[in-house]
């Protein structure tokens, strides 16, 4: 009985969200070679950025110390596939993620970022070169990228794809900009919202979760601070964030920034869009996540739940 009251307090609104997000899961195995076979149609860049470790130098040591720790990230996600394993493509991650931090001081380079660049730079590359098989998870753990023949792709080409992945990551973190600044109370909130619902939509998983002094935030936050790029294979991951940037609320905020205040200068409006999918939408899909495991979850004691949450079996 408490169970069918606590479903009944469940609004309408909440429901179809959720329903939504659960089918999201069911259909995440679609292939997705019709979207990633040819470019994104975003506005192309006149040049790319010629950002390099040297700017550094210049009486910033600060900057030094943030790219390094933003190399240190690069080199961590390399593998994921193997094609981030390249020099050529490593250092224009580096590149973006740097001149994002330097553009941007009141947020900066914050962990977790280089994974969502990862994921906008392998779209862009796939569209780019006519493969999507470097979404695959075949070339996840392969060490020999020649079958992709990167080494014919010119600068030029990727030159063009760094400066697309970083126009999309820049009106990307604008949208969540909260995610990331002191204390991170955007994340906070989702990781709430997060624990919230399922106590509504699962609550036998929620006693489990109390019972075994499991913490929402303990495994939750780097789902929600990576957007799941660890916890889901590239055609997955790719086919969930393609949902997320369609839930958009429809409106658009002026950017309070030096580069809106220079733009107002000169008569220029400078907008970004408001997704609501990042911030709102990819909670349900977590929640759709737990509930498609709860059943297993709940038998699990501490540890094993722990090691289960931070390896989620989607891979495959």
């Not at 994921?119 to 996840?140: H, M, Q, R, W």
């Not at 792709?153 to 969540?176: F, G, H, K, R």
């Not at 979760?209 to 495994?219: A, D, R, S, V, Y």
Request: hydrophobic share 40%.
């Amino acid at each position: 009985e408490e169970d069918a009251d606590d479903t009944a307090s469940i609004s309408s609104s909440d429901s179809s969200v959720f329903s939504t997000a659960n089918a999201l899961m069911e259909l995440l195995h679609v292939d997705l070679e019709s979207l990633t076979s040819s470019p994104t149609p975003v506005r192309r860049m006149s040049q790319t950025f010629s950002w390099t470790k040297d700017n550094d130098t210049n009486g910033h040591n600060n900057r030094g110390g943030i790219y390094r720790q933003i190399r240190l990230d690069v080199d961590r996600c390399a593998g994921r596939p193997s094609i981030l394993s390249q020099h050529r493509i490593r250092i224009r991650l580096c590149r973006s993620l740097y001149l994002w931090s330097v553009r941007h001081p009141a947020c900066g380079y914050v962990q977790g970022m280089h994974d969502v660049a990862a994921t906008l730079f392998i779209v862009f590359l796939s569209g780019y070169i006519g493969n999507s098989a470097i979404l695959d998870e075949k070339f996840a753990h392969n060490d020999d990228s020649s079958s992709l023949h990167l080494d014919d792709v010119p600068d030029q080409l990727l030159d063009a794809v760094e400066a697309d992945a970083y126009w999309c990551l820049t009106n990307l973190m604008w949208s969540i900009q909260d995610h990331y600044t002191a204390d991170q109370p955007g994340l906070q909130r989702m990781v709430f919202l997060l624990e919230d619902l399922v106590n509504r939509l699962d609550p036998p998983l929620a006693r489990h979760f109390e019972k075994e002094n499991m913490e929402f935030l303990w495994f939750a936050f780097r789902w929600m601070n990576c957007l799941l790029s660890r916890d889901l294979n590239w055609r997955c991951l790719t086919r969930m964030w393609d949902t997320c940037l369609s839930e958009d609320s429809g409106g658009r905020s002026s950017v309070p920034n030096t580069e809106s205040n220079n733009a107002a200068t000169l008569g220029v409006q400078v907008c970004v869009p408001s997704w609501d999918g990042f911030d709102y939408f990819h909670v349900y899909v977590c929640v759709a996540l737990l509930h498609r495991f709860s059943d297993e979850l709940q038998t699990m004691e501490f540890e094993d739940l722990f090691y289960f949450l931070q390896n989620l079996p989607t891979k495959d």
